[in-house]
């Protein structure tokens, strides 16, 4: 299996557009989380979903932000409109249930300018 | 949200040398989780403890899980300068996991 992919691997974008990051978690996978990692707040879990459907988005920081599963192969995160202080590495990360703990991606480094 | 404190949160150490961190949380959890991050990669399971009392080993690293079940620990043996990276530990509440705040690990050639 070739892991859960993101992409871009890296993003640069002005302050106000919409930047949108993608994911294919791990074939068999029933859960998929976004999280988001900065110095300050280390990693945040934004939201995830079970079997495609939101369970917990309560850790999207405003409404700017939205995540979508359309099926189990695959995963967006949009922020729109963007602003500097979203600049962060996003990591997507698949799991078969809870217990084998989960399998992140290797992340979207997104700079807003 | 679960609290997990991670000690300490930085290290310097010289190759060879033997590292030591720990984890704590606010609650009760069954099931540690340890994860190594790469510079400019994702965070990456190294150990899984599912026991309080259990000690398991990956290679030169060792983890336990605390017997209060609100703490856990991990070791690393003779370290080498692949070992630096950030460490995590996690924790389940519900049907997600909790990360611990890191502990960032160099070792100094």
């Known amino acids: 299996d070739a892991g859960v992919i993101q992409s871009p691997r890296h993003e640069v974008t002005e302050m106000g557009q919409e930047v949108t990051l993608r994911c294919k978690p791990i074939?068999?996978?029933?859960?998929l989380f976004w999280y988001r990692q900065t110095m300050m707040r280390g990693l945040e879990l934004l939201i995830y979903?079970?079997?495609?459907?939101?369970?917990?988005d309560s850790g999207m920081p405003e409404d700017r932000f939205s995540a979508k599963m359309p099926n189990a192969s695959f995963s967006t995160l949009k922020i729109q409109p963007s602003e500097p202080r979203d600049s962060a590495v996003y990591f997507c990360?698949?799991?078969?249930?809870?217990?084998?703990?989960?399998?992140f991606g290797s992340g979207t480094r997104l700079t807003v300018v | 949200g679960q609290q997990l404190n991670q000690n300490p949160q930085s290290m310097f150490i010289q190759e060879g040398e033997d590292v030591s961190m720990n984890c704590t949380s606010s609650s009760i959890f069954n099931t540690w989780l340890w994860y190594k991050q790469d510079p400019g990669e994702g965070p990456v399971l190294l150990i899984a403890?599912?026991?309080?009392?259990e000690l398991t080993s990956n290679g030169r690293l060792t983890a336990q899980f605390g017997i209060t079940r609100k703490d856990s620990f991990l070791n690393i043996s003779a370290s080498i300068p692949s070992d630096v990276g950030i460490y995590f530990c996690?924790?389940?509440?519900?049907?997600?996991?909790?990360f611990g705040t890191g502990t960032s690990l160099t070792v100094i050639p």
């Open positions: 403890l599912y026991k309080a009392g």
């Open positions: 979903f079970n079997n495609n459907v939101p369970i917990d």
């Open positions: 990360a698949s799991s078969l249930g809870i217990r084998g703990g989960y399998t």
């Open positions: 074939s068999g996978h029933n859960s």
């Open positions: 996690a924790g389940p509440t519900g049907n997600q996991f909790y």
